[in-house]
């Protein structure tokens, strides 16, 4: 019987790894701009051409199938053949938050063990204070890029300690990406995302959004956060489409790259596109060009998705978790508003309803399962468990389904507010104060009560001054009574994750801290 043609050699890669996508693209239209990184042009032949050298070199280094290889930086071309070069060789990029301070940092460190560590040099003083923090034998460290890992990779055998990697065949269920979970409920924990996770991601995400070779991107979300992969740029990378590479996001700035390079596709979080709103360019940039926006790390307010809808910007909502890689649920047309839309496919729901898995409509803990689901918590089998309800992934989001499979949004499980004998969802009173044009930003979270248990207090940007009975008339008729928050405060923003999502469990602790002051 002949062999199956799927299954691979003994010298052939896994058919969903991913380190064959630049090797096509660059066989095909080696010109081709594959990444435009602050006026910077990496063509397909030369991203391919980089990752290819650089996975030799890794592997003769002892960084080859297996190995783990952390990185400090912005957002960069260079990581992105640092990307492709992980998955030609068979090892994983852990790609860590420059954001982080020198102890949240070592911490991470402490967990993904890499054997090799690479930064950029504007963040080498926060990389430099994280390693000397660090117990045990040091970390084989070298700035990242041409100039410096592409040019000489450390040996992990000069290092104690670092179990050296050689070379081996790239797998499917290799894993290719670790992303720090953004812990806004607990600790950050290290998601392991394989070959084949990334690949049914983009596979799925091809199918609800379509992408061509002549579709330019623009992203904006950083490299150390899931979207900065797997929601448009590495399906651009696959198709053969252009990316336009920020290393932050400033929405002057990012408005101006729109119109200038035509861009087709971009993903943001809420605060994303309320800042693009807000700018004082967005009336007078041309925004033609965008035909695919998709929101996610948050529901966007119906007045800023009007605002867009203005300038011909239809904006998608989704939903996704970095478990899931992390594309989960879209909306698909106007039937879907007001929710974050319906499965995408290869993704299977099921709610979670008093200790039962239920396929049909009513409200519950949401399920997910799929090829792109991963496959567990990096050296962590207890937070694995307690992430799993048999084959199912639990998100710890409440949702409502209705019977057409639309899921909405009722808020994170342990977000919930038990106030006076009622349940509150944060996100419904946050949603409900940015209708009201004063308010730029907002977050709502329960507060330890002696009368109610918990007192809802919000937490309130101001584009300008408004009262409180002003707000609580506005609420009037959008929301209950009880929902009504006991408490505003003024701030100058609102702390938020990378995903945009905001970190009530930090503006709690602010909260208690200023009463016990008092």
């Known amino acids: 019987m002949a062999p199956d043609a799927l299954t691979p050699g003994p010298l052939t890669p896994g058919p969903l790894t991913l380190g064959r996508w630049p090797s096509d693209r660059a066989a095909t239209d080696p010109a081709r701009a594959a990444i435009i990184d602050r006026g910077v042009v990496v063509s397909y032949g030369e991203l391919e051409a980089r990752a290819t050298a650089l996975a030799h070199a890794l592997s003769e280094a002892g960084h080859g199938r297996g190995a783990r290889i952390a990185t400090v930086t912005g957002s960069t071309a260079d990581q992105v053949v640092l990307l492709f070069a992980c998955a030609k060789a068979g090892a994983m990029l852990v790609p860590l938050s420059w954001r982080l301070t020198a102890g949240e940092l070592a911490a991470q460190l402490t967990i993904a063990d890499p054997s090799l560590l690479l930064v950029e040099d504007d963040h080498r ?21 041409a100039a410096g890992v592409e040019a000489m990779v450390p040996d992990a055998r000069a290092h104690p300690g670092h179990a050296r990697h050689g070379h081996g065949v790239p797998a499917d269920d290799d894993g290719l990406l670790m992303l720090f979970t953004s812990g ?54 696959w198709v053969g489409a252009s990316i336009v590479l920020e290393r932050t996001f400033d929405a002057g700035r990012a408005l101006a790259l729109i119109e200038r390079h035509r861009v087709t596709a971009t993903m943001g979080v809420p605060t994303t596109y309320r800042a693009l709103i807000q700018h004082p360019d967005f009336a007078a940039r041309d925004l033609t060009s965008i035909r695919t926006a998709i929101v996610g790390g948050g529901m966007l307010d119906p007045r ?54 239920e396929h049909g409509p009513g409200t519950g803990e949401l399920l997910v399962r799929g090829p792109a689901v991963f496959q567990g918590y990096f050296r962590d089998p207890e937070a694995t468990a307690a992430a799993q309800h048999g084959p199912w992934l639990r998100t710890g989001d409440l949702v409502a389904r209705d019977a057409a499979g639309r899921i909405r949004i009722v808020d994170r499980v342990k977000d919930i507010v038990r106030s006076g004998g009622e349940s509150i969802a944060p996100i419904e009173v946050e949603l409900a104060l940015l209708e009201h044009p004063a308010v730029a930003d907002a977050a709502v979270a329960g507060v330890p009560s002696e009368r109610w248990g918990e007192a809802l207090v919000a ?25 009504h928050p006991k408490r ?23 909260y208690a801290e200023e009463r016990a002051d008092a």
């Open 125 to 145: 003083p926060l990389a430099e204070a994280a390693l000397e923090r660090l117990a045990g034998p040091g970390i084989p460290t070298t700035l990242l890029g």
């Open 184 to 237: 806004t409920t607990s600790a950050p924990k290290a998601v392991v995302l394989t070959q084949a996770n990334c690949a049914w991601n983009n596979l799925a995400l091809s199918r609800a959004t379509p992408m061509t070779p002549d579709d330019v991107v623009l992203q904006v979300l950083p490299q150390h956060h899931v979207a900065g992969w797997n929601v448009q740029p590495l399906l651009a990378l």
């Open 304 to 357: 800023a998705a009007e605002q867009l809808a203005q300038r011909g910007v239809h904006a998608q909502q989704g939903y996704g978790l970095t478990e899931a890689a992390p594309n989960v649920t879209l909306c698909r047309d106007e039937t879907d508003a007001g929710t974050v839309g319906r499965a995408y496919p290869h993704v299977d729901l099921a709610l979670l309803i008093d200790g039962r898995v």
């Open 459 to 483: 937490w309130l940007v101001l584009a300008e001054p408004v009262d409180e009975a002003a707000l609580r008339a506005h609420l009037d008729g959008r929301i209950a009574d009880f929902k």
């Open 488 to 510: 505003y405060l003024l701030v100058d923003d609102i702390p938020r994750t990378t995903s945009g999502k905001p970190l009530r469990r930090a503006l709690i602790a602010a």
